[in-house]
């Protein structure tokens, strides 16, 4: 009988776990890929990003003599359809991690389990999975430095090769159709705007992995913090889609290390803080949605979305150099500088004191590269409320940040075309890019910061010796 493959965020042929089981399983393979629960769930730009990856995927089937079979519904019910329609005795699916898809996923295995099927879930989103990595008193880790001790000997397993030709079923099943979808529309750019800096496509993140190898992880240990240098490998939008594995990635950082290249071993431990990410929100869903520390539950949180100063850091008008051209850079290329990421979220939740839930959420909206937990995961440590975070009392000064990380300020002059005579094609894009009752043009004069850093901090810090926790 046919296997049914049900692609989710693992959109790749190579080192595919459930692939591999269901050709030595033997039979015809039956891809599929559900706009359900958890597709439904997603925000603009992710959505966006998954259906592009979901069409080169397609592509990439096709060229192996397969297809990829749509359905919308819950999945469950479109799972069981296609059972029925096509008579097959196998799914398997590539395992995930977030609270909605283990809750919906643990039901679909339950329910085909119960009609006698062969329903299977493989590990390879991760390299450990969130269970099997424990401290010496069987309780999960909330701190990166142990965990990371905790793993990084670990044998990781070699990445599994890429298929051959697909068996085709007999007959194959009715599909929809991608466009008629229209995944992420209504994304406050459009999506002409984001495509040129999308990197889509497995072959494609094999050779961002593979430049990065050759020329950029030497300088990495430093130059990942410059955000004017395009130093870091930039595969966390293949990696938060599966179009790469974290153990490819893993064994090219591990030949890295032994050809003795600088940045090979900070790659490294990158990669175990996606894992951490996820060990985190697997034994505490809440990361995604409360304060990690219920202590902070207490705090004065801004929490209206309408106030101006947050008006201002969507926008890219707070007036600090160093957060409206990260902001604006995400609006553009759907991606932020790492560096970026923390000064914003620093800023919103701590200068601004609004919630970093309106700042998570924003990045949701935006990002092609969102993956649930590290952007949770960020957003708490740049708060103070998450596990291992930043605390409270270390505010980032945003002037401080760009005399060390942008010098010769590149970067912001990079995205902040107001006070220039000639922005550069990326600053001038911004201004393309928004929408006209934003109304802010390139050669309106640059606004002065609307809370001062000296006295944003002095706030904050106040705030947070009054909190009664
Ligand atoms: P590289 O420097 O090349 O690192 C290699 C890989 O390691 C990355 O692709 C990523 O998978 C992982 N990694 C690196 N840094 C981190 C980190 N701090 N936390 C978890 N994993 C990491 N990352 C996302 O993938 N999606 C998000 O939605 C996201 N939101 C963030 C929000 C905030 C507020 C902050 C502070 C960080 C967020 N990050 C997020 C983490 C980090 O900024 C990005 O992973 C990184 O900038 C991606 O660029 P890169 O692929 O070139 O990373």
């Given at each position: 009988?046919?296997t049914?493959?049900?692609?989710?965020?693992?959109?790749?042929?190579?080192?595919?776990?459930?692939?591999?089981?269901?050709?030595r399983?033997?039979?015809?393979?039956?891809?599929?890929?559900?706009?359900?629960?958890?597709?439904?769930?997603?925000?603009?730009?992710?959505?966006?990003?998954?259906?592009?990856?979901?069409?080169?995927?397609?592509?990439?089937?096709?060229?192996?003599?397969?297809?990829?079979?749509?359905?919308?519904?819950?999945?469950?019910?479109?799972?069981?359809?296609l059972?029925?329609?096509?008579?097959?005795?196998?799914?398997?699916?590539?395992?995930?991690?977030?609270?909605?898809?283990?809750?919906?996923?643990?039901?679909?295995?339950e329910?085909?389990k119960?009609?006698?099927?062969?329903?299977?879930?493989?590990?390879?989103?991760?390299?450990?999975?969130?269970?099997?990595?424990?401290?010496k008193?069987?309780?999960?880790?909330?701190?990166?430095?142990?965990?990371?001790?905790?793993?990084?000997?670990?044998?990781?397993?070699?990445?599994?090769?890429t298929?051959?030709?697909?068996a085709?079923?007999?007959?194959?099943?009715?599909?929809?159709?991608?466009?008629?979808?229209?995944?992420?529309?209504?994304?406050?750019?459009?999506?002409?705007?984001?495509?040129?800096?999308?990197?889509?496509?497995?072959?494609?993140?094999?050779?961002?992995?593979g430049?990065f190898?050759?020329?950029?992880?030497?300088?990495?240990?430093?130059?990942?913090?410059?955000?004017?240098?395009?130093?870091?490998?930039?595969?966390?939008?293949?990696?938060?889609?599966?179009?790469?594995?974290?153990?490819?990635?893993?064994?090219?950082?591990?030949?890295a290390?032994?050809?003795?290249?600088?940045?090979?071993?900070?790659?490294l431990?990158?990669?175990?803080?996606?894992?951490?990410?996820?060990?985190l929100?697997?034994?505490?869903?809440?990361l995604?949605?409360?304060?990690?520390?219920?202590?902070?539950?207490?705090?004065?949180?801004?929490?209206?979305?309408?106030?101006?100063?947050?008006?201002?850091?969507?926008?890219?008008?707070?007036?600090?150099?160093?957060?409206?051209?990260?902001?604006?850079?995400m609006?553009v290329?759907?991606?932020?500088?790492?560096?970026?990421?923390?000064i914003?979220?620093?800023?919103?939740?701590?200068?601004?004191?609004?919630?970093?839930?309106?700042?998570?959420e924003w990045?949701e909206?935006?990002?092609?590269?969102?993956?649930?937990?590290?952007?949770?995961?960020?957003?708490?440590?740049?708060?103070?409320?998450?596990?291992?975070?930043?605390?409270?009392?270390?505010?980032?000064?945003?002037?401080?940040?760009?005399?060390?990380?942008?010098?010769?300020?590149?970067?912001?002059?990079?995205?902040?075309?107001?006070?220039?005579?000639s922005?550069?094609?990326?600053?001038?894009?911004?201004?393309?890019?928004?929408p006209?009752?934003?109304?802010?043009?390139?050669?309106?004069?640059?606004?002065?910061?609307?809370?001062?850093?000296?006295?944003?901090?002095?706030?904050?810090?106040?705030?947070?010796?009054?909190?009664?926790?």
């Amino acid at each position: 009988t046919p296997t049914i493959l049900w692609f989710r965020r693992d959109l790749r042929l190579s080192d595919h776990p459930a692939w591999d089981a269901a050709l030595r399983r033997g039979g015809p393979v039956i891809p599929v890929f559900l706009r359900d629960e958890g597709v439904k769930m997603l925000r603009t730009a992710p959505a966006w990003r998954l259906g592009l990856g979901a069409g080169a995927l397609a592509e990439t089937l096709e060229a192996k003599g397969s297809r990829l079979i749509l359905r919308s519904g819950p999945a469950r019910e479109a799972l069981e359809a296609l059972i029925e329609e096509t008579g097959a005795g196998a799914v398997y699916w590539m395992r995930a991690y977030d609270p909605v898809s283990v809750e919906r996923d643990r039901g679909v295995k339950e329910a085909l389990k119960a009609r006698g099927l062969d329903a299977q879930s493989f590990a390879g989103h991760l390299m450990f999975e969130p269970w099997s990595v424990e401290t010496k008193t069987g309780g999960f880790y909330k701190v990166f430095t142990p965990f990371w001790r905790a793993v990084k000997d670990r044998e990781v397993d070699t990445p599994l090769g890429t298929p051959g030709d697909l068996a085709p079923p007999g007959r194959w099943p009715e599909s929809e159709a991608l466009e008629d979808w229209a995944l992420g529309a209504g994304m406050r750019r459009g999506a002409e705007v984001v495509r040129p800096y999308v990197t889509l496509g497995e072959s494609a993140a094999q050779s961002r992995l593979g430049a990065f190898m050759a020329s950029k992880v030497e300088e990495y240990g430093d130059a990942r913090d410059i955000p004017s240098v395009d130093g870091t490998s930039n595969l966390s939008e293949n990696l938060s889609l599966g179009e790469i594995t974290p153990r490819q990635c893993w064994h090219a950082g591990l030949r890295a290390l032994d050809e003795g290249k600088a940045g090979a071993q900070t790659f490294l431990q990158e990669l175990v803080w996606r894992e951490f990410g996820y060990h985190l929100m697997w034994h505490t869903p809440r990361l995604l949605y409360d304060n990690w520390r219920e202590e902070w539950d207490a705090f004065p949180w801004n929490e209206d979305r309408r106030r101006k100063e947050v008006i201002a850091w969507t926008r890219g008008r707070t007036g600090i150099p160093f957060v409206d051209a990260a902001m604006r850079e995400m609006y553009v290329t759907g991606r932020m500088h790492n560096r970026g990421r923390m000064i914003v979220a620093s800023y919103l939740c701590k200068h601004l004191m609004c919630h970093w839930k309106i700042g998570m959420e924003w990045f949701e909206d935006h990002l092609i590269d969102w993956d649930p937990a590290s952007n949770s995961l960020g957003w708490q440590w740049s708060a103070g409320s998450g596990p291992d975070a930043t605390p409270y009392f270390r505010v980032f000064n945003p002037e401080t940040q760009l005399d060390r990380f942008d010098k010769d300020r590149t970067y912001v002059n990079r995205w902040i075309a107001e006070g220039q005579d000639s922005p550069p094609q990326e600053a001038r894009s911004y201004f393309h890019a928004i929408p006209e009752r934003w109304a802010m043009a390139p050669d309106d004069a640059y606004p002065d910061p609307i809370v001062d850093a000296r006295e944003g901090r002095k706030r904050a810090l106040e705030a947070y010796e009054n909190r009664d926790f």
